[in-house]
């Protein structure tokens, strides 16, 4: 199998739009890296670079120690899968790659285009013919597009354990695209989370979603997302309280001193708390009695195991989920406690992390 490497990979088009600025990564034999953020944020072009479909305007690319950026892609020794997951092996190499054009009714004409436009950039005219067994080798590396787009919502769950699996069996080195979240924090080792071309973190799952370096990262890595309050610390003896709306919640030590630190008492900064780490319960109102907010119920949302209530503090959104036993209704004003040990606070203008 195969490490990679990405020194400062720019793509910038000849219309002058830069879709990937100073990409740098290194990738480890072996590791599953996702790369995802919304559309048009530069991670299937990243990916296209890689397989050698797109030109790298600067930097390079390693694929173990080998210098990759005029390499052929039929020589790079990398599988691609695009949009329909993974080959059938009864189809023709032709047909595998017709099938999702097919599927969109495309014209018979411009899928014979597109399929022979493609072969011939990969080289593989002369494979167009053979079925899947046919082909010869293992590729060290697998490159997949949004496999699993076009997939209804119980087949893309099974689909995601299959490609889980197909990865501990090959213990191959996998870079996957989604603009799924919620599929790159069950697969990925690591995930790169990209906006406007430009890396926003790297890190595993768990680091991601409890440790986010910016607001960005915050309100993408998570579902429901991060509810964000624009709030003022404010210093009493010891502590430090950010306060919003006429309320305000206790920092634990270590968080308030960052603020201190920071110098950011007295100014706007950005609460973060994760729908999950808002109680409604006696037992966490009573544990953190200066973490305790009131808010107006809107919209109730049973999900069988939680439930979603939907509130508003003034004109600030947030969400909650909570035990679905609970006994609320639209409209209801309700107490709820912020886990302190779980607020995250961003600064207003640079939106980078102060503390998590």
């Known amino acids: 199998m195969a490490s990679l490497q ?10 002058g739009i830069t879709a990937v600025n100073d990409f740098n990564l290194d990738i480890e034999d072996k590791e599953f890296i996702i790369f995802v953020g919304p559309s048009g944020c530069g991670k299937s072009t990243t990916l296209r670079m890689i397989a050698g479909l797109e030109e790298i305007t600067e930097g390079e690319l390693y ?3 080998k210098l990759m950026n005029d390499v052929a892609p039929k020589d790079r020794d990398i599988a691609m899968v695009f949009q329909n997951y993974a080959l059938y092996p009864h189809m023709t190499v032709y047909d595998n790659m017709a099938f999702g054009l097919k599927l969109r009714k495309t014209p018979k004409a411009e899928i014979e285009k597109r399929v022979k436009e493609a072969a011939r950039i990969l080289e593989i005219e002369h494979l167009l013919d053979r079925k899947p067994k046919a082909l010869s080798g293992e590729p060290k590396v ?14 893309r769950v099974q689909m995601r354990v299959e490609i889980a699996k197909l990865h501990q069996r090959l213990q191959a080195t996998i870079i996957y695209v989604t603009h799924d979240q919620v599929e790159a924090m069950t697969l990925g080792t690591r995930i790169v989370v990209m906006k406007d071309g430009i890396i926003q973190q790297v890190d595993s799952p768990v680091v ?3 440790e986010p370096q910016n607001l960005f990262v915050a309100g993408f890595i998570g579902s429901p997302q991060m509810n964000f309050i624009d709030a003022i610390p404010e210093k009493k003896g010891n502590d430090v309280w950010l306060n919003f709306h006429g309320q305000g919640v206790k920092l634990p030590a270590e968080k308030a001193q960052k603020l201190v630190d920071a110098g950011a008492i007295g100014k706007e900064v ?3 708390i994760r729908p999950e780490d808002i109680h409604e319960t006696e037992e966490a109102l009573t544990k953190f009695p200066d973490d305790v907010i009131t808010a107006d119920v809107h919209v109730t949302e049973l999900l069988g195991a939680e439930m979603h209530l939907y509130l508003s503090i003034e004109d600030v959104d947030l969400i ?3 035990n679905p036993r609970i006994k609320v209704k639209s409209g209801d004003r309700l107490k709820l406690a912020f886990d302190p040990s779980r607020i995250h606070v961003f600064d207003k203008e640079t939106e980078q992390v102060i503390t998590n």
Do not use: Q, R
């Open 6 to 15: 990405l020194k400062n990979i720019k793509k910038t088009y000849g219309n």
């Open 63 to 65: 694929i173990g120690d």
């Open 142 to 155: 697998f490159l997949m597009d949004e496999p699993l787009s076009n997939l209804d919502a119980k087949l």
């Open 208 to 210: 991601l979603y409890n």
């Open 270 to 272: 950005v609460l973060g």
């Open 320 to 322: 909650a989920t909570v």
